[in-house]
């Protein structure tokens, strides 16, 4: 499978070598938009003994990832309609997941503090949970700068009982990703 578009921006399988991903891993993507774009080479990493959780709130992008899994014939993907601003609301069970990730979305969020409540949620004690966001700088694409969260911010957000930082790293040119490690 082909990644369409945005691997000059953030490059997914290096992202999620980067973070650990391994075979046989079960992983969500929350808020994974349309294009899947760490939904799909998740579930090539994850492989057939694996599984990707594509969760979203706009029933639309979900579709569109169903489409696409059925064409690529992935069958480990499994698309969650959900609020991740809610905790419990995402339909995946506790303490279940060895890699959450939040991709573009801190910034978009309405309760940031709930957000990290349903990572904890659902990341299984010693899984891990990557926070990805665009830099604030000015760049030619992304949300304008003063909508951003900075990594600062970022690590505040996620400062957490729940979590263990583990590391940050350039995420392409325009992104910061930060790593977490679930307590135990």
Request: proline fraction near 7%; charge should be neutral.
């Amino acid at each position: 499978m082909t990644v369409r578009s945005g691997t000059e921006l953030i490059n997914p399988f290096k992202l999620l070598e980067r973070v650990g991903i391994r075979a046989g891993h079960s992983v969500a993507d929350l808020g994974c938009g349309a294009l899947g774009h760490f939904v799909f080479p998740a579930a090539q990493l994850v492989g057939g003994t694996g599984m990707v959780y594509a969760v979203d709130i706009q029933r639309s992008v979900l579709e569109q990832i169903e489409k696409t899994s059925k064409q690529e014939q992935m069958m480990n993907v499994k698309t969650v309609w959900s609020d991740i601003d809610v905790p419990g609301a995402t339909r995946i069970p506790d303490a279940s997941l060895d890699l959450t990730l939040l991709i573009n979305n801190l910034y978009l969020s309405q309760n940031r503090p709930q957000v990290v409540r349903e990572m904890a949620r659902l990341t299984r004690p010693g899984g891990r949970a990557v926070v990805v966001e665009w830099k604030t700088i000015a760049t030619p694409i992304g949300p304008p700068p003063t909508q951003r969260v900075d990594k600062e911010e970022a690590k505040k957000i996620m400062a957490s009982p729940s979590f263990t930082f583990l590391d940050e790293f350039e995420a392409g040119p325009y992104h910061y990703g930060l790593l977490y490690q679930r307590t135990e």
